[in-house]
């Protein structure tokens, strides 16, 4: 079974950049999609973006010149970025999994998530 | 962007009986739509995707229903572990996968 798990900073000053990892582990890393959303109370659940297996990536046009992510297949990783932060990007960061495979390819639904972890924004 | 919006922002529903909660797309997302349930202090968890297939595990007492603009989730008989928050989230047209604001399914 695929679990994921979240980690880095809880607390981020304003203007600096937010940097989150997801650790993957129980399962397949490669050929699928792995995504970022994050949950506030002012937004609900927000879809970040996601990156392939191989590199390539969609960003939310929202926050699109703020966000990077990253892959590390070696370490079955993968990580965002999140620039000039400010109080409006404290939330509950979840990194998930996209799935289930059925019919021969990965549904874009999210079958498996992180537990997730609250990132502050504050001085 | 593709909004999503559910229908009603809460459900009251005594235990045994039947809950519907609506989510609606701003423009069609043919049957890329999926349901998830979320309990506090929890992850979402995947229960509907496809609009109607149930996701590994999911009891049969959920089913989802619906395509193009106007989608249903059915919980046909509601037990104790049901009363949560519940998500539609559309995957139709990248950028960006939208979720609906949730439904929080209380006890009546």
């Known amino acids: 079974q695929v679990q994921l798990q979240e980690s880095g900073p809880g607390l981020v000053k304003p203007s600096e950049t937010l940097s989150l990892t997801c650790s993957v582990s129980?399962?397949?890393?490669?050929?699928?999609?792995w995504s970022w959303i994050r949950q506030s109370a002012g937004k609900g659940l927000e879809w970040i973006g996601r990156i392939y297996t191989g590199g390539s990536t969609n960003y939310n046009p929202s926050l699109k010149s703020r966000v990077t992510m990253s892959v590390d297949k070696l370490k079955n990783q993968f990580s965002l970025k999140l620039s000039s932060v400010t109080a409006a990007d404290t939330a509950v960061y979840y990194c998930a999994r996209e799935g289930p495979y059925d019919s021969g390819y990965y549904v874009s639904s999210l079958s498996h998530w992180g537990q997730g972890m609250l990132v502050t924004v504050s001085s | 962007e593709i909004v999503m919006t559910q229908s009603p922002p809460t459900l009251s529903v005594s235990p045994g009986e039947r809950a519907t909660l609506s989510c609606r797309a701003s423009?069609?997302?043919?049957?890329?739509l999926a349901w998830y349930q979320q309990k506090p202090g929890q992850a979402p968890r995947l229960l509907i995707y496809g609009a109607s297939t149930r996701a590994t595990g999911i009891p049969a007492r959920f089913s989802g229903s619906g395509s193009g603009t106007e989608f249903t989730l059915t919980i046909s008989s509601l037990q104790s572990e049901d009363f949560a928050v519940y998500y539609c989230q559309h995957y139709n047209n990248w950028p960006p996968y939208t979720f609906g604001q949730g439904t929080k399914l209380e006890i009546k």
């Open positions: 423009q069609s997302v043919s049957s890329d």
């Open positions: 129980g399962g397949s890393f490669g050929s699928n999609y």
